[in-house]
């Protein structure tokens, strides 16, 4: 079966950087877009940042210019630089997958920036 996991959170001051990733360490499967959503405290999952196949990104508007998400050309592996952290990054961060109808996430990583 597909398990994505992550790495690559921690404690962070605001101005900071962090970079995750996220690799499918089980089942191969022909992925075909790749994104990292984020849920803070008491709020809904919210998409950060996509990239399909074909490399086109998009990105939440609160992280234009400071993060940036890419993959690996086997599409087996996905990253999120995360670059000027402020506090209102700070949630845990999954990470997810998918082709055809099919989705899978990984398990989350928690990233905290201090003020």
């Known amino acids: 079966q597909v398990q994505l996991v992550e790495s690559g959170g921690g404690l962070v001051q605001a101005g900071g950087s962090l970079r995750l990733s996220c690799t499918n360490s089980?089942?191969?499967?022909?992925?075909?877009?790749m994104a990292w959503y984020r849920q803070a405290p008491g709020k809904q999952r919210e998409l950060v940042a996509s990239?399909?196949?074909?490399?086109?990104?998009n990105y939440a508007d609160s992280v234009k210019g400071r993060f940036t998400i890419s993959r690996d050309r086997a599409m087996k592996t996905v990253n999120l630089q995360m670059n000027a952290l402020k506090p209102e990054d700070t949630a845990v961060y999954y990470c997810?997958?998918?082709?055809?109808?099919?989705?899978?996430w990984g398990q989350g990583t928690q990233v905290t920036v201090s003020s």
């Open positions: 997810q997958m998918g082709s055809s109808g099919n989705s899978f």
């Open positions: 089980g089942r191969a499967f022909a992925f075909s877009a």
């Open positions: 990239i399909v196949g074909g490399g086109l990104t």
